[in-house]
């Protein structure tokens, strides 16, 4: 919300200084010139900037095998990597080699929920902590959980956070940084995870 106002206001100052701009010139105040062509480049440079920022976190993606690259380069960095997921079918023999590198040899922090056990969760479980939340409250199972996302750098003020979704044809990965609405919910979400999956395993 905060950048949807930061553009709005630059493009709104950035047409006033134009049209002060244009009274000015046939005036031949150079003064006013000179100010109005400072607030216009100030303007349009904040109102770029912000355009960079808020489109940035958002790609777009339709091939399969671009979503697990761009996924397995986010999840490449140090820091601890949570991960909630359907299912991990975007996970390739390459992706679990960089997340057993990340425990292994970097020594992070990885953890993964997922509402049941497959193949590709239990070789991830060799090195990592997974958990299963699917049956954890019997009368409303909880397989049909929606949100998918993944954190890395948690619990750092670097946290970030790709949240996928459909769009069309278009599978769409959005990025959010610390203080973003988004983040704060799916850190909840991962709290109330933790929590009661720990309860399961006692």
Not at 28 to 56: P, Y
Not at 123 to 129: G, H, Q, S
Request: aromatic share 6%.
């Amino acid at each position: 919300m905060k950048k949807v106002l930061t553009i709005a206001a630059c493009a709104g100052l950035l047409f006033e200084c134009i049209k002060s701009l244009i009274h000015a010139i046939p005036a031949n105040n150079s003064v006013d010139i000179a100010l109005c062509m400072i607030f216009s480049l100030l303007s349009l440079t904040t109102l770029v900037v912000t355009l960079f920022e808020e489109l940035r976190g958002h790609i777009r993606i339709k091939n399969t095998k671009k979503i697990n690259k761009k996924i397995t380069e986010f999840i490449n960095t140090r820091g601890e990597t949570v991960i909630v997921s359907k299912d991990l079918s975007w996970v390739t023999t390459k992706t679990i080699d960089k997340l057993r590198e990340k425990v292994e040899v970097n020594g992070d922090r990885l953890k993964i929920f997922l509402p049941s056990e497959n193949d590709t969760s239990k070789t991830i479980a060799e090195f990592a902590d997974v958990r299963y939340f699917g049956n954890i409250v019997e009368s409303d199972p909880l397989e049909n959980l929606v949100s998918r996302f993944t954190i890395i750098n948690y619990g750092n003020d670097s946290v970030r956070i790709t949240y996928p979704h459909r769009d069309a044809n278009w599978h769409i990965n959005t990025e959010y940084t610390k203080g973003d609405s988004v983040l704060t919910l799916a850190t909840d979400l991962v709290s109330l995870l933790d929590l009661l999956t720990k309860a399961q395993r006692k």
